[in-house]
């Protein structure tokens, strides 16, 4: 019961930090807000290393490497079957493999096993993430198989951080997500550093590459991205005139963390539960964002999504009981 209580908390933590992120992107690039969003992570991390405790132990720390390596693969898949779309498909497509991935994994390799509620449960999960995560109002298009294989691929790679992290040593503590956001800042700085010298080489101030871009899509340094507020090039400018850049900045340091705030909490659930049961739960993180967007930003949640959050906490209910 705790396990799925921390990974259900952990699932609309990663929402509320990607509703910050969303935000941020559409004043700044989306790989500059991961980027800073996996320093701040880091920073955090880092400070509380210490005050959680933990046993240093190598293997554990490039676990947490490989499941950064994990993440920042996310991220990249995910922009680009974004930006090829539809959205509407590709999204919860992604979503539910980032759910299937580990949780065959847990059933079929390490053996887990659930009582007959539990499989319930993950049923009913897996269809509460596809209806959570449609995105109403987009023209039915069939996805390109470009499209489905990017998706597809960024699903694996979410679903490979779970994995990843659930190899590590109970008594590690938070050094695995240490290493973890060491690798996404390293990859996405030297991101950013690089779109900053061509910049320069053509002539251009190199701040110049700080500015999003359409569309604005935001996303956590995990590879979860704020499919709820991506918007086109109109809407795009709007927002950006309307987020200074120096607010812009604040969110971006608190996705980060609360993205690791997130990241703790799932973890810790890895340790105390089954991969199968958290990754089914975790996959339930549009849940939080589009909360949040409700209740702050009052924008409308469809009829469909309603039904996917009702079934979101009946399965985290019944996954409980499991």
Same mark, same amino acid.
């Given at each position: 019961?705790?396990?799925?209580?921390?990974?259900?908390?952990?699932?609309? #933590?990663?929402?509320?930090?990607?509703?910050?992120?969303?935000?941020?992107?559409?004043?700044?690039?989306?790989?500059?807000?991961?980027?800073?969003?996996?320093?701040?992570?880091?920073?955090?991390?880092?400070?509380?290393?210490? *005050? &959680?405790?933990?046993?240093?132990? *190598?293997?554990?720390?490039?676990?947490?490497?490989?499941?950064? %390596?994990?993440?920042?693969?996310?991220?990249?898949?995910?922009?680009?079957?974004?930006?090829?779309?539809?959205?509407?498909?590709?999204?919860? *497509?992604?979503?539910?493999?980032?759910?299937?991935?580990?949780?065959?994994?847990?059933?079929?390799?390490?053996?887990?096993?659930?009582?007959?509620?539990?499989?319930?449960?993950?049923?009913?999960?897996?269809?509460?993430?596809?209806?959570?995560?449609?995105?109403?109002?987009?023209?039915?298009?069939?996805?390109?198989?470009?499209?489905? &294989?990017?998706?597809?691929?960024?699903?694996?790679?979410?679903?490979?951080?779970?994995?990843?992290?659930?190899?590590?040593?109970?008594?590690?503590?938070?050094?695995?997500?240490?290493?973890?956001?060491?690798?996404?800042?390293?990859? #996405?700085?030297?991101?950013?550093?690089?779109?900053?010298?061509? !910049?320069?080489?053509?002539?251009?101030?190199?701040?110049?590459?700080?500015?999003?871009?359409?569309?604005?899509?935001?996303?956590?340094?995990?590879?979860? !991205?704020?499919?709820?507020?991506?918007?086109?090039?109109? !809407?795009?400018?709007?927002?950006?005139?309307?987020?200074?850049?120096?607010?812009?900045?604040?969110?971006?340091?608190?996705?980060?963390?609360?993205?690791?705030?997130?990241?703790?909490?799932?973890?810790?659930?890895?340790?105390?539960?089954?991969?199968? &049961?958290?990754?089914?739960?975790?996959?339930?993180?549009?849940?939080? #964002?589009?909360?949040? !967007?409700?209740?702050?930003?009052?924008?409308?949640?469809? %009829?469909?999504?309603?039904?996917?959050?009702?079934?979101?906490?009946?399965?985290?209910?019944?996954?409980?009981?499991?």
């Amino acid at each position: 019961m705790l396990s799925a209580a921390l990974a259900l908390i952990g699932a609309f #933590t990663y929402g509320a930090a990607d509703f910050l992120g969303g935000l941020a992107a559409k004043r700044l690039r989306s790989i500059v807000v991961t980027a800073v969003a996996a320093i701040s992570g880091l920073v955090a991390l880092a400070a509380a290393l210490p *005050l &959680v405790g933990g046993v240093w132990s *190598l293997p554990d720390l490039l676990w947490g490497i490989l499941s950064g %390596a994990f993440g920042a693969v996310a991220i990249v898949l995910l922009y680009a079957c974004l930006a090829i779309g539809p959205m509407s498909i590709l999204s919860p *497509l992604t979503a539910v493999v980032s759910a299937i991935a580990p949780m065959l994994w847990g059933l079929i390799i390490g053996g887990e096993q659930l009582s007959a509620i539990g499989y319930a449960g993950l049923g009913v999960a897996l269809v509460a993430v596809v209806l959570v995560g449609f995105i109403p109002g987009e023209k039915v298009v069939r996805p390109s198989t470009r499209g489905l &294989v990017m998706a597809v691929g960024a699903g694996l790679a979410i679903g490979g951080f779970l994995i990843v992290i659930a190899q590590t040593g109970d008594e590690s503590g938070l050094l695995p997500l240490v290493g973890n956001r060491a690798t996404n800042a390293l990859i #996405t700085s030297t991101v950013v550093v690089v779109l900053m010298a061509s !910049a320069v080489r053509r002539g251009r101030r190199a701040a110049s590459v700080l500015d999003a871009r359409s569309p604005a899509v935001g996303a956590a340094p995990s590879g979860h !991205a704020d499919l709820e507020r991506a918007v086109g090039p109109g !809407a795009a400018a709007e927002a950006r005139r309307a987020t200074s850049r120096s607010r812009a900045w604040m969110l971006a340091i608190a996705c980060g963390i609360g993205d690791a705030g997130a990241n703790a909490l799932i973890l810790l659930a890895l340790r105390e539960g089954q991969l199968s &049961v958290v990754s089914a739960l975790v996959a339930l993180y549009p849940a939080g #964002t589009i909360l949040l !967007a409700a209740l702050l930003l009052r924008e409308r949640v469809a %009829a469909v999504q309603w039904i996917g959050l009702a079934l979101a906490l009946a399965a985290g209910g019944m996954l409980a009981l499991a």
